[in-house]
T-cell receptor
C-alpha cells in the first residue's frame, strides 16, 4: 500500500530537549511538507521541500529544522528554541514536477507532541 | 496577502439534512482550491479539488463544491448528511508562489440524530 507514515504517534519532550519526528512516503513524490495544527488555528506551514537536498522555510519555521537527504524521507526536528511545541504535526507529500499549488497533497496520520 | 476564511467554526446538522460549509478566499488570479476532511486525531483526506473548467466539482462521499469567482467562494455541499460525516473540514488554496497550500481554520461538523 502506498502512503505516508509518521512516527511516533505520540511524543513527549522534556524542557531543553530536541526531538525528531519521522515522516516517510512511498508515493515517489518529489515534494514534502510539514504543518503544525493547533486547535482553532487550522494548519500552518513549517517547512517544505520540493526536491531532495533542498528545503524552504514556511510561515512558522522558527524553532524547527528539517533535512531532505532522501526522496522518501523528511524528518522534522523540534529544537529547544521552540518555546511552545505542544501541537499536532502533520506531514504531507505531493507529486509531479511542480509542487504545492497545483498538486494534491496527501497527508500522514500525524504526530502529537506533548511537553513534560 | 492570500488568505482563506471559513466563517463558521462549528455547525450542527440533523442526520439526513442538507449541508453547506462556506469558504471564501483572497487571491488575484485563478485559484487552485481544495476541500479536506479530518477525523479526530487523524490526518487529512482530500474530498475534492478545483483547478479549472466546470465550476461545480464532484468529490468523494457524495460531496460537491461550487466555485464562484464573483463571490470569491468555494462552498462545500452535501444533499443528505450521514452521522459518519461528523468531522472537521478544511478549505485550502494554492499559494501564489505555487509552492504550498494556505488553509482556513476549519469548520467542525456535528451530526445530530
Amino acid at each position: 500500500d502506498g502512503g505516508i507514515t509518521q512516527s511516533p504517534k505520540y511524543l513527549f519532550r522534556k524542557e531543553g530537549q530536541n526531538v525528531t519526528l519521522s515522516c516517510e512516503q512511498n508515493l515517489n513524490h518529489d515534494a514534502m511538507y510539514w504543518y503544525r495544527q493547533d486547535p482553532g488555528q487550522g494548519l500552518r506551514l513549517i517547512y517544505y521541500s520540493q526536491i531532495v537536498n533542498d528545503f524552504q522555510k514556511g510561515d512558522i519555521a522558527e524553532g524547527y529544522s528539517v533535512s531532505r537527504e532522501k526522496k522518501e524521507s523528511f524528518p522534522l526536528t523540534v529544537t529547544s528554541a521552540q518555546k511552545n511545541p505542544t501541537a499536532f504535526y502533520l506531514c504531507a507529500s505531493s507529486g509531479g514536477g511542480l509542487a504545492g499549488a497545483q498538486e494534491t497533497q496527501y497527508f500522514g496520520p500525524g504526530t502529537r507532541l506533548l511537553v513534560l | 496577502a492570500q488568505s482563506v476564511t471559513q466563517p463558521d467554526i462549528h455547525i450542527t446538522v440533523s442526520e439526513g439534512a442538507s449541508l453547506e460549509l462556506r469558504c471564501n478566499y483572497s487571491y488575484g488570479a485563478t485559484p487552485y482550491l481544495f476541500w479536506y476532511v479530518q477525523s479526530p486525531g487523524q490526518g487529512l483526506q482530500l474530498l475534492l479539488k478545483y483547478f479549472s473548467g466546470d465550476t461545480l466539482v464532484q468529490g468523494i462521499k457524495g460531496f460537491e463544491a461550487e466555485f464562484k469567482r464573483s463571490q470569491s467562494s468555494f462552498n462545500l455541499r452535501k444533499p443528505s448528511v450521514h452521522w459518519s460525516d461528523a468531522a472537521e473540514y478544511f478549505c485550502a488554496v494554492g499559494n501564489q508562489a505555487g509552492t504550498a497550500l494556505i488553509f482556513g481554520k476549519g469548520t467542525t461538523l456535528s451530526v445530530s440524530s
